[in-house]
């Protein structure tokens, strides 16, 4: 019984060894893939390099993100400038009117750029996740033209004529 015993333990030992390999080579795998890429400013994504490479991402990471803080700025400039015509209240129904269109367009506008930040949050919580440029639908790739032309695009062209097609017969109802 000793001898089996012993076998049992000879067994036990690789086993370890085999354990404390894995982690190791799962943790060079996630130092290499954590290396910072910089692009230039003027660099445009290419069909030849391969499609969502780390180049890719960090250009439409960059790309998203300097679109968000555009819309923020010009979100909460248009609210400061906005409120502050409130003050100028005239007697001339016309001309109330016409503040008040004026306000409802703005406002309109306003809430659009609002979505579309939340559409630039999705699309960089993709490209966190590594289905970025990727179908939601299909999983085939979006195309970088696509990508280039509409960031937040989540859909391929026909996946996306399917949705909208569906849209509007639901619409319809």
């Known amino acids: 019984m000793p001898k089996t015993t012993k076998v049992k333990k000879k067994v036990s030992k690789p086993k370890t060894k085999v354990v404390k390999a894995k982690p190791k080579t799962a943790s ?7 290396a910072p890429i910089k692009i230039s400013k003027t660099y445009i994504p ?7 490479c780390e180049k ?3 250009f439409f990471r960059m790309r998203l993100t300097e679109w968000k803080k ?5 979100n909460n400039e248009a609210l400061y400038f906005g409120s502050m015509d409130d003050n100028s209240i005239s007697a001339d129904v ?3 009117a016409s503040s008040y269109t004026d ?3 703005e406002m309109k506008a306003i809430n659009r750029q609002i979505k579309l930040i939340s559409e ?3 699309a960089l919580a993709r490209i966190r996740e590594d289905i970025y440029g990727y179908c939601l639908d299909t999983a085939e790739p979006i195309g970088l033209k696509r990508l280039i032309a509409r960031p937040v695009a989540k859909y391929t062209i026909a996946a996306q004529e399917k949705h909208e097609k569906n849209e509007k017969v639901h619409a319809d109802d």
């Open 46 to 52: 290419k069909d030849t390099e391969k499609y969502m």
């Open 28 to 34: 060079i795998t996630k130092t290499v893939s954590k």
């Open 70 to 74: 555009e819309l923020v700025k010009a």
């Open 120 to 122: 630039i949050d999705k």
């Open 94 to 96: 016309v001309d109330q």
């Open 103 to 105: 306000k409802n367009v």
């Open 56 to 58: 890719h991402k960090v």
